[in-house]
């Protein structure tokens, strides 16, 4: 298994966080009234999420074939379908919020695995390129299909037929692979810079530095161009400014890796079960007891800031425990031969 480095954990809780703020505010709040601060920074922290996710999945795509050659793309075709099916199990249960044929993030991460992991061959160089292509292709594939460029849920279920599925699961869905791949691209190049494994190996942190820059340059054009960052679907400016953040942040964690992280890196090793479990207690629990959009937003903050609370405690305690029963947990086992299903322990 590749080596845990404790500051990609912390960075991934800090996504955690982000999309519980970003999910249960909007779930519990009244309203979200426009211009308030309170709403439009939570708005943007929220939307970082899951760019934050899909880079780090590139790292650890990275870091995996590094650590070990052998079967990983084996490891990662199998990993990448459990992921799918999770998703299509998912997504069915959630068919209020994503229709009966839901494309969702869970079924987006796991083909971005499959598809990056069949790409691992190319440089990093070449991985980054096709990554930022994909961006710039997903705006122009929408204007050619005449898909809007911003979506409301009803229209980001439709799945009535197998073209509407596979439109969504390409371009028009919650997460589309075009340009979602592409973030998952760039952080396995990312990874190959910063993290190179391999006798005599040197990172390439000019590499990252002038990629990095790219992607800030070119954002900061398409919004003087008048693209706004819109999220669903992705925009060109978007995709290119707030995966330039992740790469920003990526050495600025990874220069800080210590044991100061133990509070956070907990919760970034339980990512998938949170998602999970946030869905059926934050929104299905909750409409169940009629409190959807029940709270003021001040009140929806504060409920936020406590579930951000237990959810660093319970990570903390389940840590001890080596995260038995969790999904990652469950994906570990998965992932290994029969005769090692045995030998898990907190320490992966």
């Known amino acids: 298994m590749p080596r845990r480095i404790r500051s990609l954990d912390a960075m991934r809780a800090l996504a955690v966080l982000f999309m519980l703020e970003v999910h249960l505010g909007f779930w519990w709040a009244r309203e979200l009234p426009a211009g308030n601060a309170l709403v439009d920074i939570g708005t943007v922290l929220g939307g970082m999420a899951a760019p934050v996710f899909l880079v780090l999945a590139g790292v650890g795509l990275s870091l995996s074939r590094g650590s070990e050659i052998g079967g990983f793309v084996a490891r990662s075709l199998k990993r990448g379908a459990a992921l799918m099916a999770a998703g299509v199990a998912f997504t069915f249960v959630e068919r209020a919020v994503y229709g009966p044929l839901g494309w969702g993030v869970l079924q987006c991460i796991g083909a971005s695995l499959v598809i990056c992991a069949l790409a691992m061959r190319a440089p990093p160089a070449v991985r980054a390129v096709a990554g930022i292509a994909l961006m710039v292709a997903a705006p122009i594939l929408r204007f050619w299909q005449g898909i809007p460029g911003v979506l409301f849920s009803d229209q980001?279920?439709?799945?009535?037929?197998?073209?509407?599925?596979?439109?969504?699961?390409?371009?028009?869905?919650?997460?589309?692979?075009?340009?979602?791949?592409?973030?998952?691209?760039?952080?396995?190049?990312?990874?190959?810079?910063?993290?190179?494994?391999?006798?005599?190996?040197?990172?390439?942190?000019?590499?990252?530095?002038?990629?990095?820059?790219?992607?800030?340059?070119?954002?900061?054009?398409?919004l003087a161009r008048g693209t706004a960052p819109e999220f669903f679907p992705p925009s060109l400016t978007f995709s290119l400014l707030s995966s330039g953040v992740c790469l920003l942040a990526l050495p600025a964690f990874l220069a800080w890796d210590s044991a100061r992280w133990e509070f956070l890196s907990p919760l970034g090793r339980i990512s998938l079960t949170v998602f999970i479990v946030h869905h059926l207690i934050g929104y299905e629990a909750f409409r169940a007891a009629g409190l959807l959009h029940s709270f003021e937003v001040g009140q929806a903050l504060g409920?936020?800031?406590?579930?951000?609370?237990l959810a660093l405690l319970a990570a903390r305690a389940w840590a001890g425990r080596g995260f038995r029963l969790s999904l990652e947990w469950v994906l570990a086992r998965l992932e290994r031969p029969p005769s090692e299903q045995n030998k898990y322990s907190p320490a992966e």
């Open 156 to 222: 980001l279920m439709a799945a009535g037929s197998a073209q509407e599925y596979f439109q969504s699961m390409l371009l028009s869905g919650f997460f589309p692979l075009i340009p979602w791949v592409g973030f998952m691209l760039l952080g396995t190049s990312a990874g190959d810079w910063l993290l190179p494994s391999g006798p005599g190996a040197r990172p390439d942190r000019r590499a990252h530095i002038l990629l990095t820059l790219f992607l800030f340059v070119a954002g900061t054009a398409s």
């Open 303 to 309: 409920l936020v800031v406590l579930t951000w609370a």
